[in-house]
């Protein structure tokens, strides 16, 4: 299967949901007027988009269709494709990781799939050729490090860790320490999941970065938060939350082939001009896929 195929398949529940609500919508009016308008930005609303990013997606839609005088069904949806891909468009979608080592810290709360998703991207950096390492810095729970190996394993990457209950920011210096040893190109640290209303979490992750900027001052450094595409709407207070205690630089949206609430990408990108720089649309290694805009769009509508 394709790039794009793979893609299309791992969206198919958000793409049935989006087009049966838009061609209900066109099948409904004979011409693009006000009424047609208001009810396509009602399916915009209920499709997960989130009110504000709707009704300017609507409002840049209309001011297109009177000034292009568009009246063909397919000009407007390619319209609404591309005013949707601009939202998304907010910033680079790249992993920047140029420097040798450079770091990705990956954070999110419990159950979104931060571990899978980690296993899954350092196999893709492992398939460019670089040496990841991985630092197991979630230890307030066993089974999160034995999960952690499994996937590192599958990516050939090698894992730090320790003891149950140690201080995370000491798995995370010994880390960089093994990262710089041998030489290798990328470090991944995985964090525990953290609620925005646990603080002594959050200081552990502020602790965690201070020791990343001062031993790894000169790296490239990522942060990447995970969502779980699942959640729809309540994935953008939990990327609003993170921003306060982070600088997220790029967002992991997961379990997006499970779920019709695809829509809410286009919101959270919208109301934190955070990029996503990977979906995840299924369960095998190899599928967690490079996010690119206009393919994510088309691949809904």
């Known amino acids: 299967m394709g790039f794009f195929d793979k893609l299309k398949s791992g969206l198919n529940k958000t793409r049935e949901s989006f087009n049966e609500k838009i061609n209900q919508v066109f099948s409904n ?5 006000e009424d047609f308008l208001d009810e396509l930005e009602e ?7 989130g009110m504000d990013t709707s009704v300017k997606i609507i409002n840049n839609l209309r001011e297109r269709i009177k000034k292009e005088k568009i009246e063909d069904e397919e000009e407007v949806k390619q319209v609404l494709r591309e005013e949707m891909s601009k939202i998304l468009e907010v910033s680079d979608t790249k992993l920047h990781l140029n420097t040798k080592p450079s770091v990705i810290l990956v954070v999110g709360v419990n159950g979104v799939g931060k571990t899978t998703s980690i296993g899954k991207i350092a196999n893709r950096l492992a398939k460019e050729g670089k040496k990841v390492i991985v630092a197991a810095a979630d230890t307030f729970r066993a089974a999160a490090v034995e999960q952690l190996e499994i996937w590192a394993n ?3 990457a090698e894992v730090v860790k320790r003891e149950e209950g140690v201080d995370p920011a000491s798995v995370v210096f010994e880390a960089i320490r093994k990262t710089k040893e ?16 646990k603080k002594y979490l ?9 020791v990343i900027n001062k031993e790894m001052s000169d790296a490239d450094q990522e942060v990447l938060l995970v969502i779980d595409g699942t959640t729809g709407q309540n994935a953008i207070s939990q990327v609003k939350a993170f921003k306060e205690e982070a600088d997220i630089t790029g967002l992991v949206l997961t379990k997006l082939d499970g779920t019709a609430k695809g829509g809410v990408v286009i919101g959270i990108v919208e109301e934190n001009q955070i990029p996503v720089k990977f979906i995840g649309v299924g369960e095998q290694i190899d599928d967690m896929q490079e996010f690119v805009a206009e393919d994510f769009v088309k691949a809904i509508i």
């Open 154 to 156: 599958r990516a050939g």
């Open 29 to 33: 009016f004979r011409k693009v007027d």
């Open 202 to 210: 959050m200081d552990e992750l502020n602790k965690i970065q201070k």
């Open 182 to 197: 041998s030489n290798a190109d990328v470090l991944i640290v995985d964090t525990a999941g953290r609620l925005h209303n």
């Open 43 to 49: 399916i915009l609303i209920m499709s997960d988009i």
